[in-house]
């Protein structure tokens, strides 16, 4: 198969604005929403036996958001097509689920609407990184990890909220809890 010459030139330069944004904007969310272990709420609840030590979290999130930036920077820097526009929005859409499912957890409670968010957004992530991989290859690829820490966060939310019945601000009965 016959590629034209990728000009990659311009590349770095946009991820130097991406990464930062994602990384910051993500750290922002968690700051706001009181996410982990120094919230009341989360510290006094069940945990799974799975869950990993707080400070994985930090390490975990700033390079999946750093490898999300660099993935975004990619296809940003390929030409304009319907292709790329739909992978935009796609990356879009997760992302904000993904910035807001903090608040709804941590901040509200709400574990088993956090559940459903994170569900939607691990299915919206899915179809962006195959729509990257076919625009950019290494773009979907480096959306793998973020893919697999998803599924481990999937599991741990459904977890929490079973571990812990009645502890849900706003129960839907997912997991449970009343």
Same mark, same amino acid.
């Not at 968690?30 to 709420?41: K, L």
């Not at 999300?68 to 790329?84: C, M, V």
């Not at 977890?159 to 009343?178: C, F, H, S, W, Y």
């Given at each position: 198969?016959?590629?034209?010459?990728?000009?990659?030139?311009?590349?770095?330069?946009?991820?130097?604005?991406?990464?930062?944004?994602i +990384?910051?904007?993500?750290? +922002?969310? $968690?700051?706001?929403?009181?996410?982990? *272990?120094?919230?009341?709420?989360y510290?006094? %609840?069940?945990?799974?036996? *799975?869950?990993?030590? $707080?400070?994985?979290?930090?390490?975990?999130?700033?390079?999946?958001?750093?490898?999300?930036?660099?993935?975004?920077?990619?296809?940003?820097?390929?030409?304009?097509?319907?292709?790329?526009? %739909?992978?935009?929005?796609? *990356?879009?859409?997760?992302?904000?689920?993904?910035?807001?499912?903090?608040?709804?957890?941590?901040?509200?409670?709400?574990?088993?609407?956090?559940?459903?968010?994170? !569900?939607?957004?691990? %299915?919206?992530?899915?179809?962006?990184?195959?729509? *990257?991989?076919?625009?950019?290859?290494?773009?979907?690829?480096?959306?793998?990890?973020?893919?697999?820490?998803?599924?481990?966060?999937?599991?741990?939310?459904y977890?929490? $909220?079973? %571990?812990?019945?009645?502890?849900?601000?706003?129960?839907?009965? !997912?997991?449970?809890?009343?």
């Open positions: 198969m016959n590629q034209a010459a990728r000009d990659d030139r311009g590349l770095w330069k946009k991820a130097l604005i991406t990464v930062p944004a +990384v910051i904007a993500g750290s +922002v969310m $968690g700051v706001v929403s009181n996410s982990g *272990f120094d919230n009341g709420w510290a006094a %609840l069940q945990k799974p036996a *799975f869950q990993p030590p $707080g400070w994985v979290f930090g390490v975990m999130w700033t390079t999946l958001y750093t490898m999300l930036g660099i993935a975004l920077a990619a296809i940003l820097n390929e030409p304009e097509s319907k292709q790329r526009k %739909l992978a935009l929005s796609l *990356f879009a859409a997760q992302l904000t689920l993904n910035f807001a499912w903090s608040p709804v957890f941590f901040g509200f409670g709400m574990i088993d609407l956090a559940l459903v968010l994170i !569900i939607v957004m691990l %299915l919206l992530a899915v179809a962006t990184a195959n729509l *990257f991989r076919q625009i950019r290859p290494v773009a979907g690829w480096l959306m793998l990890p973020y893919l697999l820490w998803l599924c481990i966060a999937t599991a741990l939310n977890e929490t $909220g079973r %571990l812990n019945p009645g502890a849900d601000a706003a129960p839907l009965g !997912i997991t449970g809890g009343r």
